[in-house]
């Protein structure tokens, strides 16, 4: 009973992977439930059985049309036929409801001098997503929620670059908190922290198109940036930025000036050259913001004409 082919069938139908064993041709001997269950819920069914099918052959064809897991798993199938021992290999596999992701793994083993491939596809969505998560976060503020520093300047390179490329302006805004330290004192850190928050949240709504990215930079200065954007296109956000925050109506009694939390924002634009680094464009509005603060605070320095 023990090596019957209906024995092993069952065993190979209770693992979740989805299995399939092939000659040294690359052709199809046998699937488990697990394949055939996933090709018809993924209408990637053969009209008759699998059994005799060229699997190779059908990612060769794949590979010819430019799809990347079609490339791959043919080249990997074509080097464990060649003798590799393994090859495994990771890609996505979404569909219209789901983000999903496979690891194939095709091995090979010897019976009665012939050579046999089994290629399994196992599921590991979870872990993609833990990965991803664990990324982003590495990737944000964990106060706020927004990205950190880091992750800002990575953009701005990138965006510096790509602007460059097509002769774009780019504009970035630095905002500072006014009095925060003040804030801080009167309340307490807990009711600063607070502040942060709701100011974060305010900033995203403003950060809306591929080219755009708001940070908290440090502290209590964030930091925005917007591709293909001068300062006089971006100047009216940074009006509904400050309106809003003053709209928050976050009590700073204390404050010498006014008694709820302001932002001073220093605003500047500049078009990437090979003379120019994205450095030279953070001195450039890191200057207007201390413009503003030294003409009083709860202003906005620009360059804009």
């Given at each position: 009973?023990?090596?019957?082919?209906?024995?092993?069938?069952?065993?190979?139908?209770?693992?979740?992977?989805?299995?399939?064993?092939?000659?040294?041709?690359?052709?199809?001997?046998?699937?488990?439930?697990?394949?055939?269950?996933?090709?018809?819920?993924n209408?990637?069914?053969?009209?008759?059985?699998?059994?005799?099918?060229?699997?190779?052959?059908?990612?060769?064809k794949?590979?010819?049309?430019?799809?990347?897991?079609?490339?791959?798993?043919?080249?990997?199938?074509?080097?464990?036929?060649?003798?590799?021992?393994?090859?495994?290999?990771?890609?996505?596999?979404?569909?219209?409801?789901?983000?999903?992701w496979?690891?194939?793994?095709?091995?090979?083993?010897?019976?009665?001098?012939?050579?046999?491939?089994?290629?399994?596809?196992?599921?590991?969505?979870?872990?993609?997503?833990?990965?991803?998560?664990?990324?982003?976060?590495?990737?944000?503020?964990?106060?706020?929620?927004?990205?950190?520093?880091?992750t800002?300047?990575?953009?701005?390179q990138?965006?510096?670059?790509?602007?460059?490329?097509?002769?774009?302006?780019?504009?970035?805004?630095?905002?500072?908190?006014?009095?925060?330290?003040?804030?801080?004192?009167?309340?307490?850190?807990?009711?600063?922290?607070?502040?942060?928050?709701?100011?974060?949240?305010?900033?995203?709504?403003?950060?809306?198109?591929?080219?755009?990215?708001?940070?908290?930079?440090?502290?209590?200065?964030?930091?925005?940036?917007?591709?293909?954007?001068?300062?006089?296109?971006?100047?009216?956000?940074?009006?509904?930025?400050?309106?809003?925050?003053?709209?928050?109506?976050?009590?700073?009694?204390?404050?010498?000036?006014?008694?709820?939390?302001?932002?001073?924002?220093?605003?500047?634009?500049?078009?990437?050259?090979?003379?120019?680094?994205?450095?030279?464009?953070?001195?450039?509005?890191?200057?207007l913001?201390?413009?503003?603060?030294?003409?009083?605070?709860?202003?906005?320095?620009?360059?804009?004409?």
């Amino acid at each position: 009973m023990l090596h019957s082919p209906e024995f092993l069938k069952k065993i190979l139908d209770s693992i979740s992977e989805h299995i399939v064993l092939t000659d040294d041709a690359g052709v199809i001997l046998m699937t488990n439930r697990g394949w055939d269950l996933f090709g018809r819920e993924n209408e990637c069914q053969i009209d008759k059985a699998w059994a005799g099918i060229n699997y190779l052959e059908i990612c060769e064809k794949a590979a010819e049309m430019g799809d990347e897991f079609g490339i791959a798993a043919s080249e990997g199938i074509r080097q464990v036929i060649d003798g590799q021992s393994c090859f495994q290999f990771e890609y996505p596999c979404h569909s219209p409801s789901e983000r999903r992701w496979f690891m194939m793994v095709a091995d090979s083993f010897q019976h009665a001098d012939r050579k046999y491939l089994v290629i399994a596809h196992r599921n590991i969505t979870q872990r993609k997503l833990a990965e991803e998560r664990t990324l982003e976060l590495a990737r944000q503020d964990g106060l706020t929620g927004l990205f950190n520093r880091r992750t800002f300047e990575e953009f701005l390179q990138n965006e510096w670059r790509r602007c460059a490329r097509l002769n774009l302006p780019v504009s970035v805004a630095m905002l500072d908190i006014d009095h925060f330290k003040i804030l801080n004192d009167t309340y307490g850190h807990q009711h600063g922290d607070e502040c942060l928050i709701r100011i974060g949240s305010v900033l995203k709504k403003y950060a809306r198109r591929p080219g755009d990215m708001c940070a908290r930079y440090g502290g209590e200065e964030f930091v925005m940036v917007f591709g293909n954007s001068t300062s006089a296109q971006t100047l009216p956000l940074m009006h509904g930025i400050m309106e809003e925050i003053r709209m928050l109506d976050i009590a700073n009694e204390n404050a010498p000036v006014l008694k709820r939390v302001t932002v001073s924002i220093g605003l500047a634009t500049m078009r990437p050259s090979g003379a120019m680094h994205q450095q030279d464009l953070m001195k450039r509005a890191d200057d207007l913001l201390y413009r503003a603060k030294n003409n009083g605070r709860n202003k906005i320095a620009t360059d804009a004409s």
